[in-house]
């Protein structure tokens, strides 16, 4: 399956983004697909994820950041609200078949796109 993140940009703190994940060439239904977030110099993080029903994220979004999926449209979304410098990084979603333990890990999913661009002025 390939994947591609679009949506990023540069905005100020408090403002919001709406970061897309389109899925081809695969049975997309059948894959979880996470966000991840890499600044320069850090490992990859855990954003979020919608896995078998619910929707899981790390504490440092929870309350700003939602994700929803649309099967028909083979497509994952992430709402991002009151933007923080903080969350300044490449913006990656992920594909794979992780299992509860590995949801919030990269290594949970197999296949990567290349990533959009988040960059959030104080």
């Known amino acids: 399956v390939q994947l591609q993140a679009s949506g990023g940009g540069l905005v100020q703190a408090g403002d919001s983004l709406r970061l897309s994940c389109a899925a081809s060439?695969?049975?997309?239904?059948?894959?979880?697909v996470g966000w991840f977030r890499q600044a320069p110099g850090k490992e990859r993080e855990f954003v979020g994820v919608?896995?078998?029903?619910?929707?899981y994220y790390d504490d440092s979004v929870k309350g700003r950041f939602t994700i929803s999926r649309d099967n028909a449209k083979n497509t994952v979304s992430l709402q991002m609200n009151s933007l923080k410098p903080e969350d300044t990084a490449v913006y990656l979603c992920?594909?794979?078949?992780?299992?509860?333990?590995?949801?919030?890990?990269?290594?949970?999913?197999?296949?990567w796109g290349q990533g959009t661009q988040v960059t959030v002025s104080s």
């Open positions: 060439g695969g049975t997309f239904s059948s894959y979880t």
């Open positions: 919608f896995f078998r029903g619910r929707t």
């Open positions: 992920g594909a794979g078949r992780p299992i509860l333990s590995t949801i919030r890990t990269p290594t949970g999913y197999g296949y």
